[in-house]
T-cell receptor
Framework: DGGITQSPKYLFRKEGQNVTLSCEQN?????MYWYRQDPGQGLRLIYY???????QKGDIAEGYSVSREKKESFPLTVTSAQKNPTAFYLC????????????????FGPGTRLTVL | AQKITQTQPGMFVQEKEAVTLDCTYD???????LFWYKQPSSGEMIFLIY????DEQNATEGRYSLNFQKARKSANLVISASQLGDSAMYFC???????????????WGLGTSLAVNP
């Protein structure tokens, strides 16, 4: 089965700690994305990557970091610099934007709910 | 400004009836794409349907259809023959060009909560 997996499903963090959220896909997609969802709000883009070893900041990158060492994996680290990290985090992937046959449809994982204690 | 507006915070529909969820958009791009996603209480965002700005026919996927009115800048989702499992949040999103390069981004609406009554 092809798809996107995120782990853990629930994560609790103490203030001042860094935590890393995992995202893996076996869809052979080039592009991967991290979003944050807060209650009553739409999704906001944190980081995205179109190719291995390259990534760009989204709209709310401050306090977050990512890496893209493998095509299949795009982990997100929530650092202690992120002042209000409690939220639902969604990872997505798509065929590389710009290919003629691509509609850029993003497919999502099941999400990780992060709570700061 | 590029924006998606979903004016219905919550909607109710009787099982087996049809329901329309509204979405209006604002962009100056000539080339854009419109998406609808479903988010059940489990949290996963499920892709439902896509409409490209140059597509002349309204998109359909099973019980889902997209009523695309370009001049009005609206892309309403129609769900026919509602089922109890359709109860969820529904998000409209628009793909636009994010900068002068080939990068694109999705602009998201705030969502509509749909409840299907038995």
């Amino acid at each position: 089965d092809g798809g996107i997996t995120q782990s853990p499903k629930y994560l609790f963090r103490k203030e001042g700690q860094n935590v890393t959220l995992s995202c893996e896909q076996n869809l052979n997609h080039d592009a991967m994305y991290w979003y944050r969802q807060d209650p009553g709000q739409g999704l906001r883009l944190i980081y995205y990557s179109q190719i291995v070893n390259d990534f760009q900041k989204g709209d709310i990158a401050e306090g977050y970091s990512v890496s893209r060492e493998k095509k299949e994996s795009f982990p997100l680290t929530v650092t202690s610099a992120q002042k209000n990290p409690t939220a639902f985090y969604l990872c997505a992937s798509s065929i590389l934007p710009g290919r003629i046959t691509s509609t850029d449809t993003q497919y999502f994982g099941p999400g990780t709910r992060l709570t700061v204690l | 400004a590029q924006k998606i507006t979903q004016t219905q915070p919550g909607m109710f529909v009787q099982e087996k009836e049809a329901v329309t969820l509204d979405c209006t958009y604002d962009t100056s791009d000539q080339s854009y794409g419109l998406f609808w996603y479903k988010q059940p209480s489990s949290g996963e965002m499920i892709f439902l349907i896509y409409q490209g700005s140059y597509d002349e026919q309204n998109a359909t996927e099973g019980r889902y259809s997209l009523n695309f009115q370009k001049a009005r800048k609206s892309a309403n989702l129609v769900i026919s023959a509602s089922q109890l499992g359709d109860s969820a949040m529904y998000f409209c999103a628009m793909r636009v060009r994010s900068n002068a390069g080939n990068n694109r981004k999705l602009i998201w609406g705030l969502g509509t909560s749909l409840a299907v009554n038995p």
